[in-house]
Each structure stands twice: as C-alpha cells, then as structure tokens.
C-alpha cells in the first residue's frame, strides 16, 4: 500500500479536482483507492456527499458513539481516551474508490500537534500516538478494505496537520497554476517539506526499535508537478502566454523543491522528468462533476452530449496521469 497527496502552500491550484479524476482512473485501472479527507475545509467530502448527509456527519462527529469521521476516529487519541475508533467509508461512483470523510473538528487535532511534534523530539510515548493518529487510523482502514492506494486531500498551507499527513506519505506531487503566487508557493513547498524531512530524521533517530515501527519514516518522495489550467491549443501546443509560465515553472520546481529535498537525500526527488504533465482548462465540467459528485469522464448523460468530446479528452487525460503516477510509485 502506498500513500500520495497533493500538495500546494496555494489554494486555487486545483488539488481536490486532481485528487477525484486521478483517484478515479486508478480505479479504472483496477486499483482500490482510499480517499482521506485531512482538510479541516472538507472539500473532498462535500464533493461527494450531499448537503444534508454532510451536516449529520458533522453535526455527530464529536459524539463518543455516534461519530463518524475522521475526526471521530482520532478524537479518542487525541484526548488521551484510548486507541482510534473504527469508521465507516464511503463508496464512490466508482466502487473501488472509497472515501473516509472529513470535518471541520479536525482543527482541534491540528492545535494538539505542535506539543506532540515537540514530545517527539524528547521520545515521549504520548507525542507519538498524537502525532500518528491520523496515520493509525487510516493504516486501519487501508487494511480493512485492502486499499492499494491512500490519496490524502489536504488544505493549501504549511501547518501542523499537513506536517503530520505529508510525513506519512510515500509519495507528494506538487499541482502548479500558470500564475505569479502559485510560482511564488514552491518555494514554501520546498523549503517546509524539506524542514519537516530534516527534523522528523533526528526524531526517528532518536526513538527506539519499539517506536520505530509504529512511526512513519517521515520520507516522503516527490513524484513531480501537473501544471494545471492550460488552455491548450491543436494537438500539444499550448498557447504562447502559458508556454512562458511553463519556462518558469520548470526551473523553479528544479530549484526550489527538487534540488532542496535531493540535497537531503538524492533517493528524495522524481525518476525522469520533474514534470508528470498538464491538465487542460475544462471549463464547465469541473464544476458541472463537482455538482453531480463524480469525475468529470463520468459526466455523459449528465450534461449536453455536445461536451461528450471534451469528456472523454478529460477521461484520457488523467488516464495518462494515473498511468505515470502508478509508474513513479514502483506500483
């Protein structure tokens, strides 16, 4: 089993639509994947579930009995009550693509990780069971249902939570927008992961054999970026304005985020090119499958059959995506 996210300091980048039509075309390609909403925004789970069904989650959440997220599942942790409880996933559109839902309480979690990020350093047993509560229970619930893939949805920044989720991870990509913040943000990407990397090696270094093997390795490998929200022309071309944003990001992604984590460990950076490849502007059908809850190859019958072509460009799109992610992983 492996573990990915998507992981941008900047918001807009488009890292929960990634996070939907990737996971859905590795599940076309016969992989189960385990969505795990970590972002106290909780825009994974509204993109699936509706309105109401999201409001009982939340409304219950923080009950002892009753909860069912993965708030629910970490709280007994995090309030020292006990080990993670057992919650229910979601099924998608896709049957082996489930999701373990998110909530709005998982900012309590996230005010509790900086004492445990620093209990850690002093291999103290309860630093540790914070600090990997939410690695605990989705290790539960990747075994249960005998998920090949974890995707994390994460939120746009550089705070504890993400901390703690990315240093779980096997694997990180970077989405990147064609504009100035987006370029500026690799920097903090870089610079944070490999910090987190940094100091989460001395606390593993530090903990003994017992710890070890309850605690991630903290090494998380960068696959690439997606250049997302290309308006692309006739065959692979893409227009001149954002043919010069790619001759920006390219560098900056080798400078800022390949070079700092390859610094700390050559094993650290991607197999091949840095890049992994671009996602069109889609238009409408982004947030036409947002509304219906499904990716956007799943949207025929659903919208004007005129879109059917633009579609199915979608559909193969992230097809090839999920094809070169699987291949950088070693799955």
């Known amino acids: 089993m492996k573990k990915l996210t998507l992981f941008n300091h900047k918001g807009g ?5 990634l996070t ?3 996971a859905d075309a590795l599940g076309a390609m016969g992989h189960t994947v385990l969505l795990v909403d970590a972002d106290p925004q909780c825009n994974l789970t509204s993109y699936y579930l509706g309105e109401k069904e999201i409001d009982e989650l939340l409304g219950e959440s923080d009950d002892d009995e009753e909860g069912d997220t993965m708030w629910s599942a970490i709280k007994p942790v995090v309030r020292g009550r006990g080990d993670t409880k057992k919650v229910t996933v979601y099924e998608t559109n896709r049957e082996n693509v489930l999701l373990a839902p998110g909530d709005v309480l998982l900012a309590d979690y996230e005010e509790e990780l900086p004492d445990a990020w620093t209990r850690c350093f002093a291999r103290n047993p309860r630093g540790y069971d914070v600090f990997c509560a939410m690695r605990s229970a989705v290790d539960k619930l990747a075994s249960e249902y005998d998920a090949d893939i974890v995707m994390y949805d994460v939120g746009p920044n550089v705070g504890p939570l993400n901390r703690s989720v990315l240093l779980d991870c096997d ?25 987190w990397i940094t100091d989460w090696k001395t606390i593993y270094g530090l903990a003994d054999e017992v710890a070890k093997t309850q605690i991630p390795d903290g ?8 250049a997302s929200a290309f308006k692309v022309n006739v065959g692979t071309r893409k227009t001149n304005p954002h043919a010069q944003w790619e001759g920006k990001i390219a560098p900056r992604v080798k400078s800022r985020v390949v070079d700092v984590l390859e610094a700390i460990d050559s094993d650290l950076g991607p197999t091949g090119s840095n890049k992994i490849g671009d996602v069109k502007h889609f238009q409408s059908l982004a947030p036409s499958a947002q509304a219906e809850g499904v990716p956007i190859g799943s949207l025929r019958g659903k919208v004007n059959p005129g879109y059917n072509a633009t579609i199915k460009q979608a559909e193969q799109t992230f097809e090839r995506l999920a094809q070169d992610i699987v291949s950088r992983m070693g799955i």
């Open 219 to 226: 090494r998380p490998h960068y696959l690439g970026y997606i």
């Open 171 to 195: 694997h990180f990509i970077t989405p990147v927008t064609a504009d100035l913040f987006s370029l500026r943000a690799l920097s903090t990407v870089g610079r944070s992961v490999g910090k």
């Open 20 to 22: 939907v039509n990737i």
């Open 13 to 17: 980048v488009g890292k929960t639509t």
